[in-house]
């Protein structure tokens, strides 16, 4: 699939060009793309217009193709960063072991509790070192919830 990609990179960057935000952690956010409810950037692919994570595209135009039963992980946590220094292969049954949701429960839990007490979203993205897609959702579901 890595040669696919490539192509289907140029192809792209032609008809809707790349548009990114760049956070302070380094986070590199596709702002000319629309995310998903998990909030992952996801582009149409070829003919068959196949559905591909952007930060897959990424990390295979650096690094060649993703190996039978791994995954890319996001080491910043920000579903949405196509940043490859921010992402690593890991072992599907890691990966699945190794959630978001369980791995920092403790820190969205910690970035509730200070956004009822007023924090703003640029304060919190500064403690937890999170982009702000990641603030963003989780202050959706905070608001969700009570």
């Given at each position: 699939?890595?040669?696919?990609?490539?192509?289907?990179?140029l192809?792209?960057?032609?008809?809707i060009?790349?548009?990114?935000?760049?956070?302070?952690?380094?986070?590199?956010?596709?702002?000319?793309?629309?995310?998903?409810?998990?909030?992952?950037?996801?582009?149409?692919?070829?003919?068959?217009?196949?559905?591909?994570?952007?930060?897959?595209?990424?990390?295979?135009?650096?690094?060649?193709?993703?190996?039978?039963?791994?995954?890319?992980?996001?080491?910043?946590?920000?579903?949405?960063?196509?940043?490859?220094?921010?992402?690593?292969?890991?072992?599907?049954?890691?990966?699945?072991?190794?959630?978001?949701?369980?791995?920092?429960?403790?820190?969205?839990?910690?970035?509730?509790?200070?956004?009822?007490?007023?924090?703003?979203?640029?304060?919190?993205?500064?403690?937890?070192?999170?982009?702000?897609?990641?603030?963003?959702?989780?202050?959706?579901?905070?608001?969700?919830?009570h």
């Amino acid at each position: 699939m890595g040669g696919d990609v490539g192509r289907f990179a140029l192809t792209h960057h032609k008809a809707i060009p790349w548009r990114f935000i760049e956070f302070e952690n380094g986070c590199q956010v596709i702002a000319s793309h629309s995310l998903n409810q998990d909030g992952y950037a996801r582009v149409w692919v070829g003919k068959d217009k196949k559905q591909i994570m952007a930060h897959r595209i990424f990390w295979e135009l650096k690094n060649g193709s993703v190996p039978d039963g791994h995954e890319i992980d996001h080491i910043c946590k920000c579903r949405a960063c196509v940043n490859t220094d921010h992402l690593r292969l890991l072992h599907r049954s890691d990966h699945k072991a190794d959630n978001n949701s369980t791995r920092y429960k403790h820190i969205k839990e910690q970035a509730e509790e200070l956004w009822r007490q007023g924090w703003s979203k640029k304060e919190l993205m500064a403690k937890f070192d999170r982009c702000r897609q990641t603030l963003d959702k989780w202050s959706k579901d905070w608001r969700e919830i009570h």
